[in-house]
């Protein structure tokens, strides 16, 4: 089964799908993490998708998309998986269809995690981050068992300035019209499963499974 999470900041993609991927033992494909990982072991595309991320620029859709093919090649194509938080604009999806075409493949699921503004800053405003080792917290739904530290490894935990509520509503708006057009490419080609993101995770997550066939 192959998979795609969309959802604005805040919606719980991260949350669900690493739940997800771990009881169905389904590969969890985060674009950030794969472009980490192919910059660590230094592959030619690695090495290119680097000088953009040095400079704090944005890595192009080709790169982006070559290491995505990089991965997929070294998993097996055979292989379920999900990626969470790609493709993001159309150009995107149409290069991943067409990946997966040439290799006998193709979507199965798109899901949809609708959130509202008003949930999604209170998500992401409440959210604390370790400086030591990344892990986060929440202030209200995850808090950590000493206030300011971190239980996994004592880093203290602070607030990303893009965490801040006028931030959050900002990355919503830039979300929306970015991907508004991606929705409506997926709806078109019948792949879209829609499921309220604004429920508690565990309500989120038995929808998931519903719409996923589980």
């Given amino acids: 089964?192959?998979?795609?999470?969309?959802?604005?900041?805040?919606?719980?993609?991260?949350?669900?799908?690493?739940?997800?991927?771990?009881?169905?033992?389904i590969a969890h494909l985060s674009t950030g993490d794969m472009l980490r990982e192919a910059v660590r072991v230094g592959t030619e595309v690695g090495l290119k998708a680097k000088s953009y991320m040095d400079s704090g620029a944005?890595?192009?859709?080709?790169?982006?998309?070559?290491?995505?093919?990089?991965?997929?090649?070294?998993?097996?194509?055979?292989?379920?998986?999900?990626?969470?938080?790609?493709?993001?604009?159309?150009a995107q999806a149409e290069a991943l269809g067409e990946m997966l075409k040439t290799r006998g493949a193709g979507l199965d699921h798109v899901v949809y995690l609708e959130t509202s503004a008003g949930v999604a800053v209170e998500r992401l405003s409440g959210r604390q981050t370790c400086r030591k080792c990344g892990a986060n917290f929440h202030e209200k739904n995850m808090p950590p068992k000493r206030a300011g530290a971190c239980d996994h490894?004592?880093?203290?935990?602070?607030?990303?300035?893009?965490?801040?509520?006028?931030?959050?509503?900002?990355?919503?708006?830039?979300?929306?019209?970015?991907?508004?057009?991606?929705?409506?490419?997926?709806?078109?080609?019948?792949?879209?499963?829609?499921?309220?993101?604004?429920?508690?995770?565990?309500?989120?997550?038995?929808?998931?499974?519903?719409?996923?066939g589980f």
């Fill in 58 to 90: 944005l890595v192009p859709d080709d790169v982006v998309i070559r290491i995505i093919e990089e991965t997929l090649s070294r998993l097996g194509w055979e292989k379920s998986f999900l990626f969470d938080g790609f493709p993001r604009t159309v």
């Fill in 153 to 212: 490894c004592g880093g203290e935990l602070y607030q990303r300035d893009d965490d801040r509520p006028e931030s959050i509503r900002n990355r919503l708006q830039v979300y929306e019209a970015q991907t508004a057009d991606l929705i409506r490419y997926y709806a078109d080609k019948g792949l879209l499963r829609r499921v309220s993101g604004d429920l508690p995770a565990g309500d989120v997550y038995a929808e998931v499974q519903q719409v996923l």
């Fill in 1 to 25: 089964m192959k998979i795609v999470f969309l959802g604005p900041p805040g919606a719980g993609k991260g949350t669900q799908a690493v739940r997800l991927c771990g009881e169905k033992g």
